[in-house]
């Protein structure tokens, strides 16, 4: 670890973040008007529901008919050994949900360009290959997959669409000898590996939205955070341009229910419309990595 000094402007972001993250999150976890449970709740109903699993005991207790004398009843223990009934909860939800995706993602996202007069008709068929070649080369047919499967599973579905460079550290041989492999000689390079426009599911768990946001209306969020767990060295990868990032240690995954390794880092990403604020920062430790406007159009 590197000590780091923020100025007062990372201070002042750090403080506003800190309270309007935990504003967000208090939010999503109240109950819905006139009903007795959170959106959370609701979610992780769903995901208990949707993996196979059995009935505890007591969910397993249930009056049952006997096949051999149907006029009596008597209270059966599921799946107790000697008893006939199962304790295998239905897989109803499992079963529709994954019917829903082989309907869905077999009709290929597609799209039609018509030119708006007849001298644009040769760009207009090198704007399609350009948005088709997108769909491939950055994965996104997978990440659509992701998006219409919590679409399915939760009901809501997170998705955002944002440039993408990742660069790799990479020696390069210049110079080979094959017969004294010891001589050869390698240059450190940066390598870019991917440079395109990225389509990418979010887990609805891991994201929050304004108070204000309404269904089919992007325009009403005012201000979204979302926040991803990396590997200790994963992280010194992506955010080694920072200097904020040399300060931190592995094990900054506070608030997280279930941890990837102990040494691994949760980053928050924030966006603000009214505020012009886009940051990235360290929820367990309050620092914050960047900070700027929010991106222009280019």
Excluded at 21 to 31: A, L
Aim: glycine residues 4%; charged residues 30%; contains cysteine.
């Amino acid at each position: 670890m590197k000590p780091y000094t923020p100025s007062s402007i990372e201070t002042d972001i750090g403080e506003f973040l800190s309270k309007r993250v935990e504003q967000m999150k208090e939010f999503r976890g109240k109950n819905l008007k006139h009903n007795s449970r959170s959106i959370e709740n609701i979610w992780d109903e769903a995901d208990r529901e949707y993996q196979p699993h059995e009935l505890t005991v007591e969910q397993g207790k249930t009056l049952v008919t006997s096949d051999d004398d149907d006029l009596r009843s008597r209270f059966v223990a599921l799946g107790k050994e000697g008893d006939w009934q199962s304790n295998m909860a239905s897989p109803d939800f499992y079963v529709k949900v994954n019917t829903a995706l082989s309907i869905l993602i077999d009709e290929n996202p597609e799209a039609v360009f018509v030119p708006s007069a007849k001298r644009y008709e040769a760009n207009t068929k090198v704007a399609y290959g350009n948005w088709k070649n997108s769909w491939e080369v950055s994965g996104a047919k997978q990440q659509l997959k992701k998006f219409v499967f919590n679409m399915a599973k939760y009901g809501t579905g997170m998705w955002r669409t944002y440039p993408k460079i990742v660069r790799m550290d990479k020696k390069v041989r210049t110079e080979y000898y094959p017969d004294d492999p010891t001589k050869d000689r390698y240059d450190q390079r940066s390598i870019i590996k991917f440079n395109d426009l990225c389509r990418e599911s979010l887990n609805p768990h891991s994201v929050w939205l304004s108070e204000m946001a309404l269904p089919g209306d992007p325009l009403s969020i005012d201000d979204w955070y979302f926040e991803r767990e990396y590997s200790l060295d994963k992280f010194r990868q992506e955010f080694k341009d920072f200097k904020p990032a040399l300060a931190v240690s592995g094990g900054a995954n506070e608030g997280v229910d279930d941890p990837k390794t102990d040494e691994s880092v949760v980053v928050g990403f924030y966006e603000s419309q009214i505020h012009d604020l886009y940051s990235i920062w360290i929820p367990s430790t309050k620092s914050v990595l960047y900070s700027s406007p929010l991106p222009n159009d280019d």
